[in-house]
């Protein structure tokens, strides 16, 4: 261990004048580095740890959905459509379309509503 100490001092001087300048000179400055670098390395263990435990809690949720599945002997169907309401189908479409024009969204005391189209220029 102290070859190891050793090897980082003849390694990199400068950065060992300034660590040990912090710790004679602004103890407190030094100390608030040492609480960052901890803070750091802590979080660089919980990250991993907690995207592990998020990991398997979804695993689990989905052996859940496939045990449900296999109780139902058979596939798991949706009994509502993509909006919510109702049950349809599968392969069901709807189609609403209305005569009339849209009302308006705005008071027609505010203003006029402008619609725009894009147009691309030629070069």
């Known amino acids: 261990m102290f070859d190891s100490i050793i090897n980082y001092i003849q390694r990199n001087p400068l950065t060992t004048i300034i660590i040990v300048m912090l710790i004679v000179f602004a103890p407190s400055a030094f100390g608030a580095l040492l609480v960052g670098v901890a803070v750091v390395l802590l979080l660089l263990l919980a990250i991993p740890i907690y995207m592990l435990y998020r990991v398997r809690r979804m695993s689990r949720k989905m052996e859940d959905e496939v045990r449900g599945q296999n109780k139902q002997g058979g596939y798991y169907t949706h009994t509502r ?43």
């Open 81 to 123: 459509n993509q909006s919510g309401y109702g049950s349809s189908s599968e392969g069901e479409v709807r189609v609403h379309t209305t005569s009339e024009q849209p009302q308006k969204r705005v008071n027609e005391n505010v203003g006029d509503y402008v619609d725009f189209e894009e147009v691309k220029e030629k070069k």
